[in-house]
């Protein structure tokens, strides 16, 4: 069965350095999103992305926060400048249509020191 | 903005006995989620509710949505260690471009032997 794969599997990084988060949705699969999750507490939508642009975005999605999709498979996240709150699991999702459930990545653990 | 409460938030329970999750919203919400976590691991999809009186089964699980009451349950029958996990209700709505999950605080499920 197809899967959203999520690399790296565990991402440690000094606080204020910049992070890049990857991802690679089913391939025909054609809407995108980044969620998180602090430990031990709820799932968190980020970011919605379709057509080759954001479709939505939370209030944790603020300017330190973006996404790309640059060559038609990836979908990365990037932080600019990490900080320590924004340790945390980032899954990405991918689904064909409204209809569909939303598929999830095994995501990134990503620690800010 | 669509809100999801859970309850309980920490179930423990024998196996062999039958116990409920309840997943309350709080708006107008055109379809419902339910997602198993395993600790450390990625969102499951369990199942997928999209109408008034909606009703799926799967093995010893069974959910079930009453949009009227905002309410959708998950619902165990004979527990077996196996399905300890913890267990997320998502809503979502139809919105153009964007179809992001709302999740519920989860309920940690621990079955014992």
């Known amino acids: 069965e197809p899967e959203v794969t999520q690399t790296p599997s565990h991402q440690v990084t000094q606080m204020g350095q910049e992070v890049i988060l990857r991802c690679v949705p089913i391939?025909?699969?054609?809407?995108f999103y980044w969620y998180r999750q602090i430990l031990g507490q709820k799932v968190e939508f980020l970011v919605s992305f379709y057509n080759n642009e954001i479709s939505e975005k939370s209030e944790i999605f603020d300017d330190q926060f973006s996404v790309e999709r640059p060559d038609g498979s990836n979908f990365t996240l990037k932080i600019r400048s990490t900080k320590l709150e924004d340790s945390a699991m980032y899954f990405c999702?991918?689904?064909?249509?409204?209809?569909?459930?939303?598929?999830f990545g095994d995501g990134t653990r990503l620690s800010i020191l | 903005e669509l809100k999801v409460e859970q309850n309980p938030l920490f179930l423990s329970m024998q196996e062999g006995k039958n116990y409920t999750i309840y997943c309350n919203y709080s708006?107008?919400?055109?379809?419902l989620y339910w997602y198993r976590q395993d600790p450390g691991k990625s969102l499951e999809s369990l199942f997928v509710?999209?109408?008034?009186?909606a009703v799926k089964q799967e093995g010893r699980l069974m959910a079930s949505l009453d949009t009227k009451a905002r309410l959708s349950t998950l619902h165990i029958t004979a527990a077996v260690h196996d399905l300890s996990a913890t267990y997320f209700c998502?809503?979502?709505?139809?919105?153009?471009?964007?179809?992001?999950?709302?999740f519920g605080t989860g309920t940690l499920l621990a079955v014992q032997p």
């Open positions: 999702a991918s689904s064909g249509n409204n209809n569909q459930p939303q598929h």
């Open positions: 708006t107008t919400s055109d379809r």
């Open positions: 391939s025909n699969h054609l809407y």
């Open positions: 998502a809503g979502g709505n139809y919105g153009g471009a964007t179809n992001k999950l709302i």
């Open positions: 509710l999209l109408s008034n009186g």
